[in-house]
């Protein structure tokens, strides 16, 4: 017992007190009693029951029914209906819980005994349990029979509980439990709290009960037992602050003069604060009981909502007790398990720790926490769930702001590129801890902060090597830093000033400015961010204005900031992308816009005849074809203006075409046919030009440029674009009139295609790869298009048949161009890994638009099996475990195609058996002269055994032993036997008959020992007190209660001593590995083969 004297008023609780004694299951509570306690109830009877006498001396006069606590039928009754007021109250939601806690008090001060167990039968209730505590079950069991007792009662059919049920009933009624316990604690918090009956008689069976077998119970009281510990927590640090502020009177009275001091007054004060330090020890004494003998045990708990519940309340305890709690001891139970495997336990540990950073006051206590912690923390903005990540971001930079060298540059550095990651919420969180880290190097005093975080910004996109991502860098900050991107003024004078600033700085500038454009007038994130599905009343007004804003702005500043960048390619078509955000009707409002719209369309115009870049152009006609749509009142000036560009580049084209023919063109005619064809052709993709009837002119063109071999590629390529354009523009006419009408123009669309289609043939064997590459993307589009197809048929327009010769160049290609292997000179180890990269998309869409053709029926199927032949060697990107190249091709292409098989067995039974029966026979073939060539095919032949059912895999076997009897012990035949009777059910071997996740309990120790008759649901692992390098948790031996033998019942015992004994654990022990928590409720690990794409060509050829 510690003394009054002895006793420190700023630790109410310690970890390391012994005044609880853990017994087994059966966990007694051995209260400190004062003197001042002592002394009141001298003479009288003590108030404390004994719990527990034992098994032997109480149950040998009992019947099987009392000893059952089963009792007579009015005592369940009673019991029954007690427990009902409470339960009924919380689970409703409709009572007034602080007037229910009122009642039960009054009942309990008259009859101490009903009272306590209407509340243990509440537990009860409230744990899905059927079951009764019954007067003689209260008085004569030991919590243990007990708790057996009610286990027997539990529905073991049922796996859902209260406080995992779903549905509207059982909504509230874990916050209806909790607040129930606490109103509990604060209506005895003045008497009952401290008596030796109440708390530690129900303490003493929640205990029990959160060691139980059953889940239900376990999850139950442990919820109450931590809610009931933050409760006497927050009790405890009141009467702390009492206690000190006794003490501090009590000495002020004594200081003063002797004929000042009154000495009544002194004499209570010390009564009251001797009383004060005796509930502080009460208090000490039911903490430290929960403490050790239920969180110790239960925040490791298998089940993930009982982890995450001690993980939520000891967040609780060591915020409202910090002087008691929060230290190394206890925060080393969040350090730990922060390696959870659970998401739901790392996302609470989390959370716990955010509301402790966010205290300026804790920093001083958290300093080797954070230190211990760190490098797992910054691990987990990684974190595979994502509310994790962003919890963890958010909990950097609560670290970040509130300590000094929390954080270094390193380690900032590794949050920052989280800006661009997909999920929008973890960007977000990234982005908010980007800004208020650029922000803490600014003066606070600067009048230019705008500019400077501007700045700061496109500083940052420049380093961060993301250029392509700037929506990303924009959406992520746009919460936090929308003041500053939305701040169109003074990014314009940014761009505008004479002075100017760097050219890459510009260049992000504008990127920046544009994707914060966008953002604001359509007010969603970029695309493949998950964005909500629609957007409120109020948002949309935001949107409208500041769409108006945005249009208003750029209207006249637009104009000269083209002019300005009009030489520069990406400057250009990035500004470019503007007016598709603007509000374009307030073009036809004014006189004074008019002319901007002039302006406009005149920089236009010019920057078109400037370029010949494709971006570029692509932007300017996405431009003047929204400025040319009907819907706006001046689209008749912008259709004036497109007009004009056109006729004067065809009247261009024309001209320095003719000198071309006659072969009398200089370099400038060229440059020239070239800079106009590029813009026909641009706009042939967006526009119907075939009223100026450019395909004969690019045919002319093409023709001449294939019999003279004088290939000009700048010509050739939008010649080739020109030209497919023209014949799918001539296609929707057609389509949109009466066939009768167009039958004879469909017929002359046929000839053209015919001698289109001759022209690129001759185009993929050129010498120069983009006329070679451009010929095969317009061939797999018209084939597409106007492609006959092999079986049925088609729309109108699929009329032409390509010949033979025809589908053998292309097959050709595909060989030769795309599954080559990539040229290895190229300059620079940038632009070559750019230029890799480009080449392997372009390779790609070559031959997605290749199996498009055979997809759709065009071609035959035959034609995939150059792509099936070739396709591994070039885009599996996997290693060859053997010698023999075309072997491990064949294997991986019989891989790919077993994926392929329906998922449906018995539909592929006949044929899957037909299949390995061929293989079986070549394999077998030259086997009777010794030639073994082909009997590796047997490995091969493996991959398709997956998929057999029972009897073929006893037939194949048998076939099997009699084919190769003369080469049974060979390699290949042994693999392939092996693929017949892996997954077989009578396969014998001792594993298989143990499930997996029981195979890794078992362990050497228990082996010999006999089986007990239930395990413990516990995770047995030694913990050190002081922090250590590792993680939480270490897989050990699952022991059982002691159940029969003496050797058993000694083997046991030393375990559960090991097990209890968490905090004498030897120092040198690595912290063990969350990862090796078996949770029930994980998934198991079996993977199923693929089925994508098992609808695909290769599935008919087995039907």
């Not at 960007?427 to 003066?443: E, I, Q």
């Not at 209207?555 to 007016?579: E, H, M, N, T, Y």
């Not at 089986?1011 to 390098?1029: L, Q």
């Not at 079996?1086 to 060509?1097: D, K, V």
């Amino acid at each position: 017992m510690i003394s009054a004297s002895s006793m420190d008023e700023s630790e109410p609780y310690s970890s390391e007190d012994e005044d609880v004694s853990l017994t087994g299951s059966d966990f007694e509570f051995q209260l400190t009693t004062s003197k001042r306690k002592l002394n009141s109830t001298q003479g009288a009877a003590s108030p404390k029951r004994v719990r527990h006498p034992s098994v032997s001396g109480s149950s040998q006069s009992q019947t099987p029914e009392e000893s059952r606590g089963l009792g007579p039928h009015g005592a369940q009754t009673e019991g029954r209906a007690t427990a009902c007021h409470l339960y009924e109250a919380v689970r409703s939601g409709r009572s007034a819980l602080l007037t229910v806690i009122d009642d039960w008090l009054e009942e309990y001060r008259r009859d101490r005994e009903a009272g306590i167990l209407e509340l243990i039968n509440f537990v009860v209730q409230c744990s899905g349990c059927k079951g009764v505590v019954t007067r003689e079950m209260f008085s004569r069991l030991q919590n243990a029979d007990i708790i057996s007792h009610l286990t027997t009662e539990f529905n073991e059919d049922s796996v859902s509980y209260p406080l995992v049920s779903g549905g509207s009933q059982w909504r509230h009624f874990r916050e209806g439990v909790c607040e129930f316990v606490s109103l509990l604690v604060r209506g005895c918090r003045n008497s009952l709290l401290y008596d030796d009956f109440l708390f530690s008689s129900f303490i003493a069976l929640l205990t029990g009960l959160a060691d139980s077998q059953v889940r239900a119970f376990r999850h139950t009281s442990t919820l109450i037992t931590m809610r009931l510990m933050s409760s006497i927590v927050s009790v405890a640090a009141e009467v702390t602050a009492q206690a000190l502020m006794t003490r501090r009177r009590c000495e002020l009275e004594k200081n003063k003069p002797a004929e000042h001091r009154a000495i009544d007054r002194i004499e209570e004060l010390e009564g009251s604060y001797r009383e004060l330090l005796e509930h502080q020890e009460d208090l000490r004494s039911l903490m430290n009981g929960i403490f050790k003998g239920v969180f110790i045990h239960r925040y490791r708990d298998r089940v993930p909502e009982i982890r995450a519940v001690c993980m939520e309340e000891m967040g609780v305890w060591l915020r409202e007790n910090p002087a008691s709690f929060l230290n190394d001891e206890h925060l080393k139970y969040v350090g730990w398990m922060l390696h959870d495997k659970q998401a739901a336990v790392r996302l609470q540990c989390v959370l716990t720790l955010q509301k402790l950073y966010v205290e300026k006051d804790f920093i001083s206590r958290l300093e080797l926490f954070t230190s211990r912690f760190k490098e797992r923390i910054l691990c987990m903005i990684l974190d595979k769930d994502s509310d994790v990540a962003v919890e963890t971001v958010k909990l950097l930079l609560l670290i970040k702001q509130q300590t000094d060298e929390g954080l270094s540059e390193e380690e900032c550095a590794a949050v920052y590129p989280l800006v661009f990651a997909t999920h929008r919420g973890l960007a977000c969180a990234a982005g908010r801890f980007l800004y208020h880290t650029l922000c803490s190097v600014l003066d606070g005093r600067s009048d230019k902060r705008s500019v400077s975080v501007l700045r700061l910004l496109a500083h940052f996109f420049i380093e961060s090597e993301y250029h392509e991502h700037a929506a990303y860098l924009v959406d992520s900050l746009w919460d936090v830093a929308g003041v500053e991107l939305k701040d169109w003024e003074l990014m314009t004078s940014l761009l505008l000033q004479e002075s100017g600033v760097e050219d890459e700085l510009e260049s992000a500038l504008i990127d920046i400015m544009m994707c914060a454009v966008r953002q604001a007038s359509e007010a969603t994130p970029p695309s493949s961010r998950v964005q909500r599905k629609n957007l409120t009343a109020r948002e949309k007004r935001l949107q409208a204005q500041e769409r108006r804003r945005i249009t208003n702005h750029f209207i006249p500043q637009l104009p000269q900031l083209l002019a300005k960048f009009s030489a520069d390619v990406g400057k250009v078509s990035c500004l470019l992308r503007a007016p598709l955000y603007f509000q374009l009707e307030v073009y036809g409002t004014s006189g004074r816009l008019e002319k901007c719209l002039d302006l406009l369309l005149s920089q236009v115009c010019d920057i078109m005849l400037k370029h010949r870049e494709e971006s570029v152009l692509e932007a300017c006609v996405r431009v003047l074809c929204a400025l040319c749509s009907d819907c706006y009142s001046f689209c008749g000036r912008a259709e004036r203006a497109v007009s004009q560009l056109l006729d004067s580049t065809v009247e261009k084209f024309s001209s320095n075409l003719a000198e071309i023919l006659q072969g009398s063109a200089d370099e400038d005619d060229l440059y020239g046919a070239a800079s106009s064809l590029n813009i026909l052709a641009v706009f042939s993709s967006a526009r119907d030009l075939t009223g100026r009837n450019l395909f004969e002119f690019c045919f002319q063109l093409l023709k001449m440029g294939i019999e003279t071999r004088e290939i000009h590629e700048k010509l050739m390529v939008p010649a080739l674009k020109c030209s497919v354009f023209h014949l799918f523009w001539k296609g929707t006419k057609i389509t949109q009139h009466s066939p009768a009408r167009d039958k004879a123009e469909l017929k002359r669309v046929m000839k053209a295609l015919h001698s289109f289609c001759v022209v690129c043939q001759s185009c993929l064997s050129v010498a120069q790869s983009r006329i070679r590459n451009q010929a095969f993307v317009c061939l797999c589009d018209v084939l597409l298009v106007f492609g006959k197809l092999c079986e049925g048929d088609g729309s109108p327009l699929q009329r032409f048949s390509p010949d033979d010769s025809l589908k053998a160049e292309m097959a050709s290609f595909i060989i030769d161009y795309v599954f080559s292997e990539p040229d290895e000179d190229l300059p620079g180890e940038e632009e070559c890994e750019e230029m890799k990269m480009a080449a392997l998309l372009q390779r790609r869409n070559q031959l997605a638009g290749y199996c498009k053709l055979i997809i759709h029926g065009v071609l035959e199927l035959r034609a995939a099996t150059d792509v099936l032949r070739y396709y591994n060697k070039l885009f599996s990107g996997l290693e060859q475990d053997r010698c023999d190249e075309e072997l491990t091709e064949i294997r991986l292409l019989a891989k790919k195609l077993a994926m392929n098989f329906s998922i449906n067995l018995r539909l592929i039974r006949k044929p899957l058996l037909a299949l390995h029966q061929d293989g079986i026979c070549f394999a077998s073939q030259g086997l009777d002269e010794g030639d073994l060539m082909n009997l590796s095919f047997l490995e091969i032949l493996s991959e398709f055994s997956f998929k057999l059912l029972q009897p073929e895999r006893k037939q194949l076997s048998l076939s099997l032993r009699r084919v190769f009897a003369s080469v049974i012990n060979s390699e290949f035949v042994r693999i392939y036997e092996r693929s017949l009777t892996s997954g077989s059910k009578e396969t014998p071997a001792a594993a298989a008959e143990t499930p997996s996740r029981k195979r890794r309990r078992t362990h050497s120790l228990t082996s010999s020992l006999e089986t007990p008759a239930v395990t413990s649901h516990t995770r047995r692992v030694d913990m050190d007190d002081d922090f250590t390098d590792g993680s939480v948790l270490r897989k050990s031996v699952i022991h059982s209660r002691p159940q029969s033998s003496p050797f058993s019942q000694s083997i046991q015992s030393h375990l559960s001593t090991l097990s209890l004994g968490h905090e004498d654990a030897s120092e040198d022990e690595e912290e063990p590995e969350i990862e090796d928590y078996d949770d029930e409720d994980s998934e198991l690990g079996i993977t199923l083969p693929s089925t994508h794409g098992s609808a695909s060509f290769l599935e008919d050829l087995f039907e």
